[in-house]
Every structure is written in structure tokens, then in C-alpha cells.
């Protein structure tokens, strides 16, 4: 069995009827932090966060970097816990920004880019 087939095994076993897996998004916190993650909802006051990356700027005008969040911690299997009133607000990564998300911490799966080929896109770095 393929690592993510495991990993969406694992999810799954911990799912119960009031949690809900949301999928990858940017979890904006009330600290300003912009958290990349594989999110859950666990239940009206928490949010489960997996496979967290920190959103970074490069010092380049329209470039992005993403970093292990809190690396010097021991995350434990079943993820991060959050309570809600420390998130801002929650949105749907840009398919570049899924991408790199995807290479780093998912499945490897790459998402065709929408509308204009050629045209100006974010470019991430890591």
C-alpha cells in the first residue's frame, strides 16, 4: 500500500461522525502566521492541523517560500490541535501554492495550472 493510501487509511480511522476533513488550506492565526496544513474539523471549537508548513516571504517581490511549522517540535500523529478562536479566517491555496505544497508534504500529485499557459504565476521557493 502506497504511503498516501496509509496516511488517508489512518485519517479516516480517526474520523468520527462530528469530524470533518476539510482538505489543504491556508489557516490564517490571530498571531499573523499564515499556516499551509492539512486541516480538520473536529468539532464547533477545534481544528486539527497535519503536515503543517509555515508561509514565508523570499525578499522577492511576488515569490513565496514554505517552511516546516514549528520544527523543533515533536508533532505528534495525530496533528496539531487549534482552537477556533485562534484562526482568522481559512482559504483554499492557489494551485502553484498546492503544488509545492503537494511536492513537499502530500501526495507528489501536481495540478495542471487553469486559464492562460505562459502567463505571470506566484513562483514559491523552499
Same mark, same amino acid.
Given at each position: 500500500m502506497?504511503?498516501?493510501? %496509509?496516511? =488517508?487509511?489512518?485519517?479516516m480511522d480517526?474520523?468520527?461522525d462530528e469530524t470533518k476533513e476539510i482538505g489543504v =488550506?491556508?489557516?490564517r492565526l490571530v498571531s499573523g502566521e499564515e499556516v499551509l496544513c492539512k486541516l480538520i474539523d473536529l468539532n464547533d471549537s477545534t481544528y486539527r492541523m497535519k503536515k503543517t508548513a509555515i508561509i514565508i516571504p523570499t525578499g522577492q517581490p511576488?515569490? *513565496?517560500?514554505?517552511?516546516?511549522?514549528?520544527?523543533?517540535?515533536?508533532?505528534? %500523529?495525530?496533528?496539531?490541535?487549534?482552537? %477556533?478562536?485562534?484562526?482568522?479566517f481559512v482559504v483554499t491555496p492557489i494551485d502553484d501554492m498546492l503544488n509545492e505544497y503537494n511536492k513537499a508534504?502530500?501526495?507528489?500529485?501536481?495540478t495542471a495550472p487553469t486559464g492562460v499557459l505562459?502567463?505571470?504565476?506566484?513562483? *514559491?521557493?523552499q
Open positions: 502506497s504511503d498516501f493510501l %496509509k496516511e =488517508r487509511e489512518e485519517i480517526e474520523m468520527t =488550506r491556508i489557516v511576488g515569490n *513565496l517560500g514554505i517552511a516546516p511549522w514549528i520544527p523543533y517540535a515533536t508533532e505528534s %500523529k495525530t496533528g496539531i490541535d487549534i482552537p %477556533k478562536s485562534q484562526v482568522c508534504f502530500g501526495s507528489g500529485l501536481i505562459g502567463g505571470p504565476g506566484l513562483q *514559491l521557493t
